[in-house]
């Protein structure tokens, strides 16, 4: 019972040292909050409406008043960089890296932001300069070699970009796809000069980086069809099947070109047949259609036509079945079927388009790397009727 009742004494006391130490909590907070220059917050108020020119006016008044806020300035300087003003960016963290008291750490985030307002200037190497010497940096190092790996793509320095990419991987992310899509941008200069066997080593080594890069089947089709081996290219580029079967429509042309080539334009046909039936998805209607006509006739090509158009309705197929059969109309009817052909291209021409898995940008023409994001074989190799 002497135990009961001295707990029963002891709650009291309790309550009362929470309640304190609340108190002091509460008093710590305000006091802080009031040592928070006005300016701070009326930046913050126009950097949430969005209001730049107010918030780097604002924050600029705070900067001034206390220069040694190393986080003001940094944010001051991410705002002019952000508006566009790269020049005061610059100005500001060079002013800063001359205050004095800075840890090794601090320099090196202030170095680091200075090499981001450089490269947002254009002048590139000089942000390439400060981020190199910024590698050995424990805290800055990573975030140096990934702005170096940016800078390497944009300049298309694909063998230090390889090298960096290499030093950068880890568990998370081993950026072995991307180094595979630099290998293959190497391998596609090469083989612009003609260089076969450096394009070829470059393949290679795309592989070894990446089983599955579809690019580097395709440029190995092109490599062994301008060194006269159209059985290897046709090879390579059936490999794609396996790799991911919606490039195949990239290749199809070059195919039926290649069985063309050996005198075997039958055994072309019957593979394209077969990837339309297979993969009802791919656009080969168009191409079915002209190599059909042309080898089988007219009225073979316009079953074809009917079939893929059946197995999987869009546009282009709907405008191609029009097509084939306007011969067989009625003047009028022509003229009809011309007006509902028309309209269906425009609406085509308007909805047909590539598109980034990542950051949704459209395109009518085909990318490796996304303009938009940078990100690497994102773009859907068959263009999709949006809405």
């Known amino acids: 019972m002497d135990i009961d009742l001295w707990w029963l004494l002891l709650f009291p006391a309790f309550f009362g040292l929470g309640w304190l130490a609340a108190r002091v909590d509460m008093r710590a907070v305000l006091k802080q909050a009031r040592e928070v220059p006005a300016g701070f917050y009326k930046g913050l108020d126009a950097l949430v409406d969005d209001r730049t020119d107010v918030a780097a006016r604002s924050l600029a008044e705070v900067a001034r008043a206390h220069p040694h806020a190393l986080e003001v300035q940094l944010s001051l300087g991410k705002l002019y960089r952000r508006r566009g003003e790269n020049d005061r960016a610059i100005r500001l963290h060079q002013q800063v890296l001359e205050l004095p008291d800075?840890?090794?750490?601090?320099?090196?985030?202030?170095?680091f932001e200075l090499s981001q307002d450089f490269h947002k200037a254009g002048l590139v190497d000089r942000a390439e300069e400060i981020l190199v010497k910024l590698l050995p940096s424990q805290t800055m190092g990573r975030a140096a070699r990934e702005q170096l790996l940016s800078i390497y793509q944009q300049d298309r320095d694909w063998e230090k970009a390889v090298a960096t990419a290499r030093e950068l991987r880890s568990d998370a992310h081993s950026f072995q796809h991307e180094v595979a899509q630099f290998f293959c941008e190497l391998a596609q200069g090469a083989l612009y000069q003609s260089d076969y066997d450096k394009a070829r080593r470059y393949v290679q080594e795309a592989f070894?980086?990446?089983?599955?890069?579809?690019?580097?089947?395709?440029l190995l089709g092109d490599i062994e069809v301008a060194t006269g081996q159209p059985e290897a290219a046709i090879a390579a580029w059936q490999a794609i099947e396996k790799q991911n079967y919606e490039y195949l429509a990239m290749v199809a042309e070059r195919l039926f070109d290649a069985y063309e080539s050996l005198g075997k334009?039958?055994?072309g046909i019957a593979l394209l047949r077969g990837y339309q039936r297979t993969f009802s998805q791919l656009e080969l209607t168009d191409l079915l259609y002209q190599k059909v006509a042309t080898y089988e006739g007219e009225a073979k090509a316009l079953e074809a036509v009917r079939e893929a158009v059946h197995a999987r309705p869009n546009l282009l197929g709907?405008?191609?079945?029009?097509?084939?059969q306007m011969d067989e109309l009625s003047p009028e009817g022509r003229m009809d079927a011309e007006v509902a052909r028309a309209l269906i291209m425009k609406h085509a021409q308007r909805l047909t388009v590539h598109r980034c898995k990542r950051c949704n940008f459209r395109s009518r023409a085909f990318f490796w790397h996304c303009p938009a994001c940078g990100e690497w074989e994102s773009f859907t190799p068959n263009r999709s009727e949006t809405h």
């Open 265 to 267: 334009a039958a055994e």
């Open 102 to 111: 800075l840890s090794n750490e601090q320099k090196a985030l202030v170095r």
């Open 208 to 218: 070894a980086a990446n089983r599955k890069c579809v690019r580097a089947s395709i």
């Open 318 to 324: 709907v405008y191609r079945l029009v097509e084939a």
